[in-house]
């Protein structure tokens, strides 16, 4: 079965940094792009990242663009998602995902991130 | 870059079709074959439905279908059925190598 699972959310201090992680499984994730996706308590989901099966191309929004980084280990079948200078703003659930047709497809369960003083 | 826009919400009784509308901009949805729907029921993950306008991944059923005019993309839902009540999301690539979201509609099953 295809699945991806995330973790590594937490509650932090606004300014502070973590890191997500996805465990992918099923599927070798060096033959898709992979997303990471949040959605904020009430709010829909937005796109927050994207990098290609080599790790020669990603992708940010503008909101996370220069804080954010997304990164890959082919080998461990793992995403990864740093994140520093932490928002109150960035507070919400972060899913990871494999894309299908330029779309999200094999989302996880998420991994809450709350950012607050 | 901004929401695309749906409406807040459709409704319909069981085995009828609803139609949810989405619309952008030519940067984004009427620029690219990349646009895709998600259905999310409370407290769960996004469901991919419609990917590349009209494309069902397998297990979809064939009652979910996508198309496409200009700017705005559309979902249609025939046959209504009470699982079908969830929020719908739409999302498209953009110019910028980006991706952005619908605002979501809430449908209804009378």
């Known amino acids: 079965e295809e699945q991806v699972v995330e973790s590594g959310g937490g509650l932090v201090q606004p300014g502070a940094s973590l890191t997500l992680s996805c465990a992918a499984s099923?599927?070798?994730?060096?033959?898709?792009?992979m997303y990471w996706v949040r959605q904020a308590p009430g709010e829909g989901p937005v796109w927050v990242s994207r990098?290609?099966?080599?790790?020669?191309?990603?992708a940010y929004a503008d909101s996370v663009r220069g804080r954010f980084t997304i990164s890959r280990d082919n080998a461990h079948n793992m995403v990864y998602l740093q994140m520093t200078s932490l928002r109150v703003e960035d507070t919400a659930v972060y899913y990871c995902?494999?894309?299908?047709?330029?779309?999200?497809?094999?989302w996880g369960r998420g991994t809450l991130i709350t950012v607050s003083s | 870059q901004s929401a695309l826009t749906q409406p807040p919400s459709a409704s319909g009784s069981p085995g009828q079709s609803v139609t949810i509308s989405c619309t952008g901009t030519?940067?984004?949805?009427?620029?690219?074959?990349?646009v895709s729907w998600y259905q999310q029921h409370p407290g769960k993950e996004p469901k991919l439905i419609i990917y590349?306008?009209?494309k069902r991944p397998s297990g979809v059923p064939d009652r979910f279908s996508g198309s496409k005019s200009d700017n705005t993309a559309f979902l249609t839902v025939s046959g209504l059925q009470a699982e079908d009540e969830a929020d719908y999301y739409c999302?498209?690539?953009?110019?910028?190598?980006?991706?952005?979201f619908g605002t979501g509609t809430k449908v209804i099953v009378l």
């Open positions: 999302c498209s690539y953009t110019r910028s190598d980006t991706f952005v």
């Open positions: 030519s940067s984004d949805v009427g620029g690219y074959k990349y």
């Open positions: 590349e306008v009209s």
């Open positions: 099923g599927f070798r994730i060096e033959y898709y792009w």
């Open positions: 990098m290609n099966g080599d790790g020669s191309s990603m």
């Open positions: 995902a494999r894309e299908l047709g330029g779309a999200m497809h094999q």
